[in-house]
């Protein structure tokens, strides 16, 4: 005998389904369309996670003592879209799948040797931008999704997780140990970590986004301007100006309080590989 749907016991079984579901680190891809629910698309496509629209003020402000001239003028950028970037920075071990199945022009970036086993765990570094291109690109071949870098602004929504402060944690230098892998020598603390850190070592964002200062620096999709005059305001990638020049977000380890702040910007030529330059990958939502 069937039991009737009115039975008294389904409404509570509904709800626990539901706590259950809300509480799930991950979701299969083809419900990841509620902001704020992590997915992966395939067993080696990084975990992603998805950002609501919504607008910010990007750049520094004329007061700023730590600002710099290509940081302005401020303006408003209002982001109309959800879409999905990742929970960390792309790895070795995800890097290195991509080279093993004839991707990212068979290439493999060395490892420090005192990184040990823990290794494939760091955020992948000396790959240029044309590298994290060619990644993207067989990525969203393997996933059949629209995998891609983010624009400078839509970096900059990610990395501020929804604040104005010079940082996500504040205003102040002192946390920095605590919340990004970088110099502290201005900052008189310390961290464990001589070089790259595992992904997910530090307090993540007020998104649940990991190393988005510190660690290592990411490649955007944007071609270099020396100031904001003219840069898009709806969260796309800015493809005019010197093209040979792409955007480089966030600082490494290599770096102090002035670079680890979320309006910094750098540049650097889009063919060149350093010890620090990584990068983070965006989704596109359907």
């Known amino acids: 005998m069937v039991r009737s749907i009115r039975s008294p016991t389904r409404p ?23 902001v704020g629910q992590r997915f992966q698309d395939c067993a080696v496509c990084p975990v992603m996670v998805v950002l609501p629209p919504g607008s ?11 600002g710099h ?35 990212c022009n068979g290439y493999r970036p060395s490892r420090p040797p005192d990184w040990k086993r823990e290794g494939d765990r ?26 891609r870098l983010l624009s ?29 892998n970088g110099d502290g020598g201005d900052v008189e603390c310390s961290d464990p970590h001589e070089w790259s850190a595992p992904v997910g070592s530090f307090q993540a964002n007020q998104w649940g986004l990991y190393d988005v200062l510190g660690n290592a620096y990411e490649w ?3 071609c270099w301007h020396g100031d904001y005059a003219g840069a898009p305001t709806d969260g796309s990638p800015w493809r005019t100006g010197d093209c040979s020049l792409r955007v480089l977000r966030g600082g490494s380890w290599l770096n102090g309080p002035w670079v680890l702040r979320s309006a910094f910007r750098n ?18 939502m359907n």
Not at 12 to 34: D, G, K, N
Not at 56 to 66: K, Y
Not at 157 to 170: D, L, N
Request: proline share 3%.
């Open 69 to 103: 001239t290509s940081e302005r003028p401020q303006h408003r950028v209002a982001i109309e879209y959800s879409f999905a970037v990742g929970v960390y920075e792309v790895t070795f071990a995800e890097w290195d799948a991509c080279a093993k199945a004839g991707g």
């Open 12 to 34: 509570l079984l509904l709800a626990t389904l539901t706590i259950c579901f809300a509480q799930m680190s991950w979701v299969r891809p083809a419900l990841a369309q509620q």
């Open 122 to 147: 760091h955020p992948v570094v000396e790959v240029s931008w044309d590298d994290a291109w060619a990644y993207t690109a067989w990525l969203s071949r393997t996933a059949g999704e629209d995998y």
């Open 152 to 180: 400078e602004a839509e970096w900059e929504y990610m990395a501020r997780g929804g604040t104005q402060t010079v940082r996500h944690w504040g205003d102040f230098k002192v946390l920095q140990c605590r919340h990004a």
């Open 56 to 66: 910010f003020i990007m750049g520094s402000p004329e007061s700023s003592e730590e």
């Open 220 to 222: 955007v999709e944007d």
């Open 267 to 284: 540049r650097d030529s889009a063919a060149s590989r350093y010890i620090s330059y990584g990068f983070r990958v965006a989704r596109t």
